[in-house]
């Protein structure tokens, strides 16, 4: 079996091109946070929707994974309804 060393971003490694793995890989990791927020907070589907300002059935698409339904604007704006802050950290690629 012939192994391949990762890039670092599993969408690209997946073949989407640069700019839209970043993209993805954002949005991802923001998920990410509000799911863990959800999980930590004990939070049902109902009350993680009035938190982050959205309906019960985006909170069931945000815990179902559907990454293509949200926009990186959209997950900040939820994470910010939630009490939560968000940085940005750009840096220069390896490539």
């Known amino acids: 079996m012939k192994q391949e060393r990762s890039s670092g971003n599993v969408f690209r490694d997946l073949g989407f091109a640069p700019e839209e793995a970043a993209n993805l890989r954002v949005r991802s990791m923001l998920m990410i946070e509000l799911k863990k927020h959800i999980h930590a907070e004990k939070l049902t589907q109902k009350k993680a929707a009035q938190l982050f300002g959205v309906t019960q059935p985006r909170i ?7 990454i293509g339904l949200f926009s990186v604007d959209t997950l900040i704006s939820m994470l910010t309804h939630a009490g939560l802050k968000v940085d940005v950290k750009v840096r220069r690629s390896a490539a």
């Open 60 to 66: 069931s698409d945000l815990t179902r994974g559907k």
